[in-house]
């Protein structure tokens, strides 16, 4: 990603030059008719990173008649860089804000882990099913925005990394369909 935006009468510039190699390697085992096994690997070089970045995620998938149940794993990361939708938040508003990177900024990496349970029942004229899954996350150096003050042209701020954080959550959908309606 090659990014310029430039507001010239906040003095607000960001020109920033992103780029990201990855590989990945995936292995889909059926253990047994009812059990499947899905294993990866993924490396990426993100030049904002001064080292490769490992990724592994693995999912359990178990099938029934109707049902499927999935256990699943996995860790990523989000690479320091000055732009993205934070930068814009203020827009909406009237304002502007600047944000600059700590020096020594390390990338934000994930832990999550999801389960779901789905069910679909089918006949000549109708299908009805539900999924319920849930998930939780965790952060290591999560970014947050620390406050560096205001001068005229607006608030200005430094993405820091934080000690960490936790998302989670619940879905649950329902679905029918009778006679293609």
Known sequence: DDVLDEIEAYNYKVDQ??????AFLQSDWEITPSFNLLSGLRADDHNMVDHLIFSPRMALMYKAKNTQLRLSWGQGFRAPQAFDSDLH?????????RISLMPDLKEERSNSISTSLNYDKA????IAGFTLEGFYTQLQDAFY???M?????GEQFEKRNGSGAT???ITTELRANYDQK
């Open 145 to 147: 925005l620390h406050p």
């Open 89 to 97: 938040i203020a827009f909406s508003g009237g304002g502007i804000s």
């Open 149 to 153: 003050g205001e001068d005229e042209f």
């Open 17 to 22: 030059l992103t780029k990201n190699a990855g």
């Open 167 to 169: 998302v989670q959550g």
């Open 123 to 126: 006949s000549a004229h109708y």
